[in-house]
Each structure stands twice: as structure tokens, then as C-alpha cells.
């Protein structure tokens, strides 16, 4: 999804949801997960790496976790009072977004000659050293590449 549509649709969901709770929505960066939601600062959060390669079901199931999180309150955890919540938004999946959706899409996993393992979505078009073995270049710590695999 492009970034402005994900934000118009957590902001739709935010203002369905959870009228005048002062909640606001931002992008994070992380990879290990797809969303949060950060009680103390009122504010859901969805990975901008999830956002991009994800489709609007996806997005929105992930924002409506968050949400329910949002309703059910801190302490709530994933336990009963956050799965009414889930009941009440229609969130359907469980806690099935609170992957590492980054790295599950990870295709490509590399290996230099020392054993470093490097993650990419795509298979890089250019030869590319090891960055824990060398800062520079280097034809010695060359990346091989195998497709990983599915998850
Ligand atoms: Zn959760
Ligand atoms: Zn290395």
C-alpha cells in the first residue's frame, strides 16, 4: 500500500473506533513486527516495512490488532478483555500479524565465507561484499546468495 493510504485507513479506523481518545497514528521502522500500540503516547504504529509490501486486508487487520489493543487498554495483554475488543472491531486474525513480517519475506538469505547471514527481499543485481566482515568492499567476504526458504 502507498503510505498515504495506509494513513487515511488508520485514521479512518482510529476515528471509527476510538473517537476523541486523542489516539493519532504514525509509521515505525521495525521488522520484527508489523504493528504497536504505545498506551502512554496514544499512538498506533504500523511497520512502513509491512506497509509497503503488504495488501489493504493485511493492513488493516493489523491496525485493527492495534486498535483493540488501544480499547482493551495496557494491561490487557492479548488475554480476554482484548479479544472481545477484537470481537467488537472485527479484527479476525489472532495474533497472526505479530511476526517478523519483514524477515518472513525475506527471499534471498546470504552468506559471506565467515558465516554472516544477510536478508534481502530481492536477489541483489550487483556482487556485495560482507559489511560485518569489511566496511568496504571486499572481494575476500563476498555475499553468496540462495533463495530461502518458505515459511
Ligand atoms: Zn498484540
Ligand atoms: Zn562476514
Known sequence: ????????LA???????????????????A?????????????????????????EDEVRQVLLHEVAHALAGHRAGHGPRWRAACA????????????????????????CPAGHEHRRFRRPERALSCGVCSRRFDRGALITWRRADPV
Request: positive net charge.
Open 11 to 29: 485514521e479512518g479506523l482510529i476515528a471509527d473506533h476510538l473517537p476523541g481518545g486523542g489516539w493519532t497514528f504514525a509509521f515505525d521502522r
Open 1 to 8: 500500500m502507498l503510505p498515504d493510504d495506509v494513513r487515511r
Open 31 to 55: 521488522v520484527r513486527r508489523a504493528g504497536a500500540c504505545h498506551h502512554a503516547d496514544r499512538r498506533i504504529t504500523v511497520s512502513r516495512h509491512l506497509a509497503e509490501r503488504a495488501e
Open 88 to 111: 467488537r472491531v472485527g479484527h479476525s486474525g489472532g495474533r497472526l500479524h505479530e511476526r517478523p513480517i519483514a524477515e518472513d519475506r525475506a527471499r534471498w538469505v546470504g552468506t
